[in-house]
C-alpha cells in the first residue's frame, strides 16, 4: 500500500511545487516506486516534471468528474519509477461543479484507491488556499507536509492551517498526520532565516524536519527546462537538501 503525502499550505510562494516534484523525484530515484498527483489547476507540477499541458488528453479534473480512470490518467517521466497525474486549467471547474455533490470531500479518496498497490509512495501537490481540492487531499493522505517559507510572517498562517488539519481529522480523515514541518528557502547569510528556524523548532519541536531547503538559483531555474532539480543539476545545495528530506522521510 502507498504512503501518501500531500503537501500543503494556503500561502502561496512558499515552495509547495518545488517540493513535491524534487522530493517525489529523490524518493523514486531511492528506488521507491512514486506518483505525483499535481492538485493544483495551475499546474506547475505538471510543466515541472516536463509535461506539455497543451499536448493532454484528459487531466485530474476529468478523473475526479468521473469520465476517466485513475490508471488511464498516469503518465511517464524522465525518471523511470516516477509517474505523474497532470492537471490543468480545466480543474478550476471541479469546486464548481462538485459544490452540491454528497461526498465531495472524498472524490480524490476513492479516485486513487484503485492505484494504492501499485506504488510505494503518492505526493499530492496541492494549490495554494484551503480549497475544496486541498480538503480533498487532507482527506486522501495518510500525512501533511507543511513547507514553511524563512521569512516574515511565516509563522502567522500556520495556526489556521493546523486548525484545518484537526477539522480534517474530526470530520473526514482521522488517520491524517503531520509528516513534518520542512523550512524553505532558507538563507544562511540572514538572522531571518536563523530566526524562522529557531522559532519553528520553539513552538514545533517535533515536527521541523532536519533537512533545510536553502535559497538556490539551480532550483529556481529546473522548473522552466521541465526537470526536477537532480536531473538538471545533481550536485547542487537544492539536490542534496531534497535527497536529505527524502532519507529523512524514508526513515522516520
Do not use: W
Not at 28 to 51: E, F, W
Not at 92 to 107: D, K, L, N, P
Not at 165 to 194: C, E, V, Y
Amino acid at each position: 500500500m502507498a504512503h501518501t503525502i500531500c503537501i500543503a499550505n494556503q500561502k502561496g510562494g512558499v515552495g509547495k511545487t518545488t517540493t513535491a516534484i524534487n522530493l517525489a523525484a529523490a524518493l523514486a530515484v531511492s528506488g521507491k516506486r512514486t506518483l505525483l498527483v499535481d492538485c493544483d489547476p495551475q499546474a506547475n507540477a505538471t510543466s515541472g516534471v516536463g509535461i506539455d499541458k497543451a499536448a493532454i488528453q484528459h487531466s485530474l479534473y476529468h478523473g475526479m468528474i468521473g469520465q476517466v480512470s485513475a490508471e488511464h490518467l498516469v503518465l511517464d517521466t524522465e525518471i523511470e519509477t516516477l509517474k505523474v497525474i497532470p492537471s490543468r486549467l480545466e480543474l478550476i471547474g471541479f469546486e464548481v461543479e462538485m459544490m452540491a455533490t454528497s461526498g465531495r470531500e472524498q472524490t480524490l479518496k476513492n479516485l486513487l484507491a484503485g492505484l494504492q498497490a501499485a506504488y510505494d509512495f503518492i505526493i499530492l501537490d496541492c494549490p495554494p488556499s484551503l480549497s475544496l481540492l486541498t480538503v480533498n487531499a487532507m482527506t486522501a493522505a495518510d500525512a501533511m507536509l507543511i513547507p514553511l517559507q524563512c521569512e516574515y510572517y511565516a509563522l502567522e498562517g500556520l495556526g489556521q492551517l493546523l486548525q484545518t488539519i484537526k477539522r480534517i481529522q474530526n470530520r473526514l480523515n482521522p488517520r491524517l498526520s503531520i509528516a513534518g514541518i520542512l523550512l524553505t528557502m532558507f538563507d544562511t547569510r540572514t538572522n531571518l532565516s536563523h530566526q524562522v528556524a529557531e522559532n519553528a523548532g520553539k513552538f514545533f519541536p517535533e515536527l521541523v524536519f532536519r533537512a533545510q531547503i536553502p535559497r538556490n538559483v539551480r532550483l529556481g531555474e529546473a522548473p522552466s527546462f521541465g526537470k526536477p532539480i537532480l536531473l538538471y543539476d545533481a550536485a547542487s545545495a537544492g539536490a542534496r537538501s531534497y535527497f536529505a528530506l527524502a532519507d529523512e522521510i524514508l526513515h522516520r
